[in-house]
Nanobody, 127 residues
Framework: QVQLVESGGGLVQTGGSLRVSCAAS????????MGWFRQAPGKERDFVAAIRWGGGDTSYADSVKGRFTISRDNAKNTVYLQMNSLKPEDTAVYYC????????????????????WGQGTQVTVSS
């Protein structure tokens, strides 16, 4: 049974930093592309970042580019999202997701391109 468990969310002030983690089990982690999405209250779930199975290829939403960094540790079956210079508009539930992507394809940015999802972790940025 595949499980993705997010952790590390919390309350932080504007301009602060936070790192959320996602621990995976029940799948060959190093074979999966991992992604982070977020959903603010009353809004749709949006793509944040993705990282290919080898870690050498990443993609970011324009809204977080330069502030957020996605990384992974295949030995620990864990993907991370380091969030710096946080803004109130970053407040959301953050979800990690896992998907199989052919090497030649672009990194997935749509929900349907991912096969497995975590339960989410709340990140709140106070102004």
């Amino acid at each position: 049974q595949v499980q993705l468990v997010e952790s590390g969310g919390g309350l932080v002030q504007t301009g602060g930093s936070l790192r959320v983690s996602c621990a995976a089990s029940g799948l060959t982690f190093s074979s999966y592309t991992m992604g982070w999405f977020r959903q603010a209250p009353g809004k749709e779930r949006d793509f944040v970042a993705a990282i290919r199975w080898g870690g050498g290829d990443t993609s970011y939403a324009d809204s977080v580019k330069g502030r957020f960094t996605i990384s992974r540790d295949n030995a620990k079956n864990t993907v991370y999202l380091q969030m710096n210079s946080l803004k109130p508009e970053d407040t959301a539930v953050y979800y990690c997701a896992a998907g199989v992507v052919v090497a030649a394809e672009a990194l997935p940015i749509r929900e349907y391109e991912y096969d497995y999802w975590g339960q989410g972790t709340q990140v709140t940025v106070s102004s």
